[in-house]
């Protein structure tokens, strides 16, 4: 049973008990295509002892559909491992991604993204996206913005992540406009700070505990890479436009309050910091 609700568009069915598979009609397709591309890529080249993802067994193209089959993983969603996880496992599960995230910034290169985040912001103009956030991210666009850029995931949500005795699989790669570790320190941020998947989430679950268990991890997660300059000077920005990026698909009223208030508020604590600093 698929318990958390994507927006991808992709069908997803259970062929037999070891394969799973994943499909989408139309352009759609080429979208699909490029996801299993990275994670083949990923499976051949990146994959840890650890962190490690379904294999896929085929792919099959047609004038009118893509599907790709792979690897069945029996393993708990996120809200199933944290419902049962003390403090050690959690300890753990930060160790794991963060060791994750430090192995691929080794492959990484700095490099100045700044145009690229500006052809992003142009993009989002033409979506809908409040013009006032536009603006705060293209102002922090005028200085170069280096960033690690390189392997990552793209998606690194809670809910892309299935949790296995000792490892973590992958699901559900995504190609960035910008290819950097930092995307997927934002992407599991976007749940820890922000709650994202778990307002996906079609089960009921515990909520005070999983609010408990977020903050913990999100503590973590940014202290485990709060003292890279990288990370200091541009999560912020990263976050912010990854935001602007899922508001155009969130088609639910409550995803799209959720991102409009989290926009917000980073919208607020920035304008509050930068009076701040003038004053001082």
């Given at each position: 049973?698929?318990?958390?609700?994507?927006?991808?568009?992709?069908?997803?069915?259970?062929?037999?008990?070891?394969?799973?598979?994943?499909?989408?009609?139309?352009?759609?397709?080429?979208?699909?295509?490029?996801?299993?591309?990275?994670?083949?890529?990923?499976?051949?080249?990146?994959?840890?002892?650890?962190?490690?993802?379904?294999?896929?067994?085929?792919?099959?193209?047609?004038?009118?559909?893509?599907?790709?089959?792979?690897?069945?993983?029996?393993?708990?969603?996120?809200?199933?491992?944290?419902?049962?996880?003390?403090?050690?496992?959690?300890?753990?599960?930060?160790?794991?991604?963060?060791e994750f995230i430090r192995r691929n910034l080794k492959s990484c290169r700095?490099?100045?993204?700044?145009?690229?985040?500006?052809?992003?912001?142009?993009?989002?103009?033409?979506?809908?996206?409040?013009?006032?956030?536009?603006?705060?991210?293209?102002?922090?666009?005028?200085?170069?913005?280096?960033?690690?850029?390189?392997?990552?995931?793209?998606?690194?949500?809670?809910?892309?992540?299935?949790?296995?005795?000792?490892?973590?699989?992958?699901?559900?790669?995504?190609?960035?406009?910008?290819?950097?570790?930092?995307?997927?320190?934002?992407?599991?941020?976007?749940?820890?700070?922000?709650?994202?998947?778990?307002?996906?989430?079609?089960?009921?679950?515990?909520?005070?505990?999983?609010?408990i268990a977020f903050g913990y991890l999100d503590k973590q997660i940014d202290?485990?890479?709060?003292?890279?300059?990288?990370?200091?000077?541009?999560?912020?920005?990263?976050?912010?436009?990854?935001?602007?990026?899922?508001?155009?698909?969130?088609?639910?009223?409550?995803?799209?309050?959720?991102?409009?208030?989290?926009?917000?508020?980073?919208?607020?604590?920035?304008?509050?910091?930068?009076?701040?600093?003038?004053?001082?």
């Amino acid at each position: 049973m698929l318990l958390v609700k994507g927006h991808s568009g992709f069908g997803v069915e259970l062929v037999d008990e070891l394969t799973i598979r994943k499909s989408a009609p139309g352009t759609g397709g080429e979208r699909l295509k490029r996801q299993i591309e990275k994670q083949i890529s990923f499976y051949e080249h990146f994959q840890q002892d650890s962190v490690r993802t379904p294999k896929i067994l085929r792919t099959v193209s047609m004038r009118d559909k893509f599907y790709a089959d792979m690897e069945f993983i029996a393993a708990k969603d996120f809200v199933q491992f944290l419902s049962e996880a003390d403090r050690r496992t959690l300890d753990d599960f930060v160790q794991t991604v963060s060791e994750f995230i430090r192995r691929n910034l080794k492959s990484c290169r700095m490099a100045d993204v700044s145009e690229s985040f500006l052809k992003k912001l142009a993009e989002l103009k033409t979506k809908k996206v409040p013009a006032r956030y536009l603006k705060l991210a293209e102002k922090l666009c005028r200085a170069p913005v280096l960033a690690p850029v390189g392997p990552c995931h793209g998606d690194l949500t809670l809910s892309n992540i299935l949790f296995k005795t000792d490892h973590l699989y992958l699901l559900d790669f995504l190609d960035c406009f910008v290819e950097s570790p930092l995307q997927d320190i934002v992407k599991l941020r976007q749940d820890t700070h922000f709650g994202w998947s778990l307002r996906l989430y079609q089960a009921e679950f515990n909520w005070a505990r999983m609010q408990i268990a977020f903050g913990y991890l999100d503590k973590q997660i940014d202290a485990a890479f709060g003292r890279q300059d990288w990370y200091a000077r541009h999560y912020f920005l990263f976050q912010f436009v990854n935001l602007m990026r899922v508001l155009p698909y969130c088609t639910g009223h409550a995803t799209r309050i959720l991102i409009l208030d989290s926009l917000e508020r980073m919208f607020s604590e920035f304008q509050f910091q930068t009076q701040k600093n003038l004053i001082a």
